[in-house]
């Protein structure tokens, strides 16, 4: 890709490779992916019949204000088997290289031990029913996303999770963890949440 990605605002100056403060673990609404991103969609992601609700987009390291990205100028190439082997929970090969590249390599781990840590992260968040068998659309409020979440992850406080919505569409969930991947307050994020009145969560697709 010719040129240089925009630094966004909140992207801070400090890449030094393992200097962050705590973790964000961002899971994607794979419906609404799919639906919004029309033509420019992943085709394995998006496949016909493919049953994905919520999927890992990345596990970014972050500081109490922003966050560090692009730790490493030419990162280590990811074997292909490190990448196959997270598709069941990242179901793009693009997406698991990029997430690598601009978030993986601030972790200060190497590949495996980082995509080792996203897969340990994701494992502590338990996703409620009303996503895991979402066979119809439906309108929520923000709030209640976040609520249902609470509900079902013990230790897990709204100051620790952020709702993101594009338009009228559920985009992701955020969930702060500690470097220990324990659940942990972070009010940046939190602040930056969706304040929509009322969301569309489209249905996963049967399989």
């Known amino acids: 890709m010719a040129g240089t990605a925009p630094v966004r605002a909140d992207q801070t100056s400090d890449n030094t490779p393992g200097a962050f403060d705590f973790y964000v673990l961002s899971l994607s609404w794979s419906p609404s992916y799919c639906r919004d991103k029309g033509g420019e969609r992943d085709a394995e992601q998006c496949r ?4 994905y609700g919520f999927i ?5 390291p972050q500081f109490e204000q922003g966050y560090p990205a692009n ?19 990242t179901p793009s090969f693009g997406l698991v290289i990029h997430e690598w590249r601009k978030h993986g390599t601030c972790s200060g781990q190497e590949p495996a031990a980082y995509f080792d840590t996203v897969r340990r992260a994701f494992a502590k968040v338990s996703i409620p029913a009303e996503f895991r068998d979402s066979d119809r659309p439906r309108q929520m409020a923000a709030v209640e996303v976040e609520n249902a979440f609470v509900r079902e992850n013990p230790g897990l406080a709204r100051d620790m999770i952020a709702v993101d ?7 992701e969930v955020r969930v702060c963890l500690d470097r220990d991947l324990a659940f942990r307050a972070c009010d940046e ?4 949440a969706c304040r929509s009145g009322r969301i569309e969560v489209p249905p996963v697709r049967g399989p």
């Open 189 to 192: 994020v939190d602040r930056k």
């Open 48 to 51: 016909s019949g493919r049953p």
């Open 71 to 89: 730790c490493i100028a030419s990162p280590p190439r990811i074997d292909d088997k490190l990448i196959r082997g997270m598709l069941d929970i």
């Open 165 to 171: 919505c594009r338009g009228n569409l559920l985009r």
């Open 56 to 60: 890992v987009h990345g596990l970014w």
